[in-house]
T-cell receptor
Framework: GQNIDQPTEMTATEGAIVQINCTYQ??????LFWYQQHAGEAPTFLSY????GLEEKGRFSSFLSRSKGYSYLLLKELQMKDSASYLC?????????FGAGTQVVVTP | EAGVTQFPSHSVIEKGQTVTLRCDPI?????LYWYRRVMGKEIKFLLH????????ESGMPNNRFLAERTGGTYSTLKVQPAELEDSGVYFC???????????????FGSGTRLTVV
């Protein structure tokens, strides 16, 4: 399989920046998704990287290096509502393979 | 547009019983997926429909699970008979195309939390 690894939990203060790293085996994925999931709710789309480099979308940015099997999600100007689980997922022709998720806790 | 709808949101059944989960995808989305998250583990792929046809069912755990999508609209996932290890959250997702680079990807429903006691 294509193991996807991401940290279990990260804590940061309101207004700060947090970077969530995701590593995976280097073959088999067309691209990489990041989803946000609040407890009891649907995972919601944040970003999709298919080419190497940085994709910026407001306070959220995502980076991909296909050769290194590495991605990160950067959350800037953290707000309390950003407390959630962040899921890294590799896309293999419609079949998503997820990491276990990183629980981000934003403190006042 | 309406999102992906799943019913029920919660279900508690006894071991050996049958449960049927339903998913209504976004209208016009030919691709429908089922995923499952067992407690403490990552979300895992179960199967993929393109319209009414099963494109990939490699993630289905065993023959106690039966998925259907008659008419290519809503889908059902039946577990019969349910076992304790089937407990988890079952997610449905849909997409307009199978692979959509740079787009909005796959839209997920809120899931059905199944508890088998």
């Amino acid at each position: 399989g294509q193991n996807i690894d991401q940290p279990t939990e990260m804590t940061a203060t309101e207004g700060a920046i947090v970077q969530i790293n995701c590593t995976y085996q280097t073959s088999g994925f067309n691209g990489l998704f990041w989803y946000q999931q609040h407890a009891g709710e649907a995972p919601t789309f944040l970003s999709y990287n298919v080419l190497d480099g940085l994709e910026e979308k407001g306070r959220f940015s995502s980076f991909l290096s296909r050769s290194k099997g590495y991605s990160y999600l950067l959350l800037k100007e953290l707000q309390m509502k950003d407390s959630a689980s962040y899921l890294c997922a590799g896309d293999s022709w419609g079949k998503l393979q997820f990491g276990a998720g990183t629980q981000v806790v934003v403190t006042p | 547009e309406a999102g992906v709808t799943q019913f029920p949101s919660h279900s508690v059944i006894e071991k050996g019983q049958t449960v049927t989960l339903r998913c209504d995808p976004i209208s016009g989305h030919d691709n429908l997926y089922w995923y499952r998250r067992v407690m403490g583990k990552e979300i895992k792929f179960l199967l993929h429909f393109v319209k009414e046809s099963k494109q990939d069912e490699s993630g289905m755990p065993n023959n106690r699970f039966l998925a259907e999508r008659t008419g290519g609209t809503y889908s059902t996932l039946k577990v019969q008979p349910a076992e304790l290890e089937d407990s988890g959250v079952y997610f449905c997702a849909s997409s307009q195309v199978q692979f959509r680079a740079g787009g909005y990807g796959y839209t997920f429903g809120s899931g059905t939390r199944l508890t088998v006691v």
